[in-house]
């Protein structure tokens, strides 16, 4: 790696008063540090289905997932998972509450959903998605999922869709099994608010 700064070579070592290695920049000092990413889905409730999409894009091309993606800079989580949506799905939502985050450590990262609903008719599929579909919230379930902490959030959203429940977790891989099978990963933190 090379430091973004002023281009010298960077090498993973222990900063001083640190505890773990970090890139440093041999050159100007400068410590790169690496930290969670954000990503944003968005569960579109309308007349009792779900709004999803199957992805055109890899990873995961072929599967179904509600919008969503990484955040982007200058944004909030709420606009982030309203742009996602209109990016995938073409439809412009009012995020109404925040229903869950969960964190996956062992890939750095976070991720929150938000509960929406539609601010104006119509959905269609964007440039990252083959198709969209209103799945009815009794299917769900049911579904195969792209990945395993949508299907998480999914499991909490079907049980109180029009509530404000707000669920907090912690999805940790148990190293062996599949990792897009949910049946890998152990829940090893859960708050719910209600
Ligand atoms: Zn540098």
Known sequence: M????CGSP?????PDGDDRPRS??????TIHYQNPRIVVG?????????LICRRAIEP????????GGFMECEESMAQAAARETWEEARARV??????ATLDLPHIHQVHAFFRAE????????GPESHEVEWLPVGQVLQREWAFPVMEQALEWWVKDTAGTSFHQGRLDWDGVGPRYALESYELGEHWCSA
């Open 60 to 67: 995961r091309e072929g599967f179904w997932t509600c919008p």
């Open 2 to 5: 090379f430091c973004s700064q």
């Open 10 to 14: 960077c090498a993973e070592r222990v």
């Open 118 to 125: 539609l601010a104006e008719p119509g959905a269609a599929p």
């Open 42 to 50: 968005a569960m579109v409730l309308h007349e009792g289905a779900l």
């Open 94 to 99: 009012r995020i109404l509450a925040p229903l």
């Open 24 to 29: 440093v920049c041999g050159g100007c000092g």
